[in-house]
């Protein structure tokens, strides 16, 4: 019994775990395929939805926080703008504004390897607004 009460004053020491953190974001490519990358500490859970009026992706992240380092930023191809923000306590969004509708093609997240972060790999294609 003595040992189990000792665990569980170590447990509530220990504190939630820490959030992943975001360290840059950046968008590659051009109008027939682009790609966004979000560097992170370790890998992410994440949910990605498709918003139209005016067309948008919502990157959905638990537990996240974000470096300095990880500015909103100008976009490139078909994506025209970026920005996130805390949206409830330990959920965070990352907003791609789309300069028209889009198929997601692929995503997936690349293991850390050390020197190297975790990435999670959004790939969007140019669609109609019917299949969007």
Known sequence: MLRFAFLLVLAAL???????????????GDS????FVVDLEKNPDYRVLRLSNPYRLVVDLPDVDFKEAAKPGEGRGLISDYRYGLIAPGKARI???????VDIVNTFVLDPVDPEPARLVI???PTTAPVF
């Open 123 to 125: 790939d969007i294609v």
């Open 95 to 101: 907003v791609l504004d789309l300069v028209g509708p």
């Open 32 to 35: 027939a395929r682009t790609r």
């Open 14 to 28: 220990a504190g939630p775990a820490s959030a992943n953190v975001v360290g840059d974001m950046r968008v590659i």
